[in-house]
């Protein structure tokens, strides 16, 4: 069964912010089958805007296009990252991954030179 969910494991999350320079103040969503990590984002709330770090997908290095399996956990990850900043009172979503932002733009976010950015209720929707 695949979860995402902020990740429990000390070490393991140690050892992904070692590995990316993530900072400790960042929250590590984890995406996994079992026990095996498929991907991760690393974000932060700022005052109401959730800004995603870092995204992690299979080893992917946005250099190429993502494949099929690696757009499904990046896409996945990028939608219960703004779940999760909903739930903490975020309105609005950004990134400054200039690399990824055609990815970004194609889920509805506007970019500009540093950032994509869109409302949170984009991607998070009740109806």
């Given at each position: 069964?695949?979860?995402?969910?902020?990740?429990k494991?000390?070490?393991?999350?140690?050892?992904?912010?070692?590995?990316?320079?993530?900072?400790?103040?960042?929250?590590?969503?984890?995406m996994q089958?079992?026990?095996?990590?498929?991907?991760?984002?690393?974000?932060?709330?700022?005052?109401?805007?959730?800004?995603?770090?870092?995204?992690?997908?299979?080893?992917?290095?946005?250099v190429?296009?993502?494949?099929?399996?690696?757009?499904?956990?990046?896409?996945s990850?990028?939608?219960?990252?703004?779940?999760?900043?909903?739930?903490?009172?975020?309105?609005?979503?950004?990134?400054s991954?200039?690399?990824?932002?055609?990815?970004m733009?194609?889920?509805?976010?506007?970019a500009?030179?540093?950032?994509?950015y869109?409302a949170?209720?984009?991607?998070?929707?009740?109806?």
């Amino acid at each position: 069964m695949i979860t995402i969910l902020p990740l429990k494991d000390k070490q393991k999350a140690d050892d992904i912010r070692a590995k990316n320079d993530i900072p400790n103040s960042a929250i590590l969503l984890a995406m996994q089958d079992k026990e095996e990590l498929l991907g991760f984002s690393a974000v932060e709330l700022e005052h109401s805007t959730l800004i995603i770090l870092k995204l992690n997908a299979l080893e992917y290095d946005f250099v190429q296009k993502p494949n099929p399996e690696q757009s499904f956990i990046l896409d996945s990850l990028i939608r219960s990252s703004a779940s999760y900043g909903e739930n903490f009172g975020a309105q609005a979503i950004q990134t400054s991954f200039p690399d990824f932002f055609d990815f970004m733009k194609a889920r509805g976010f506007s970019a500009d030179e540093t950032h994509t950015y869109t409302a949170i209720g984009t991607l998070v929707k009740y109806k």
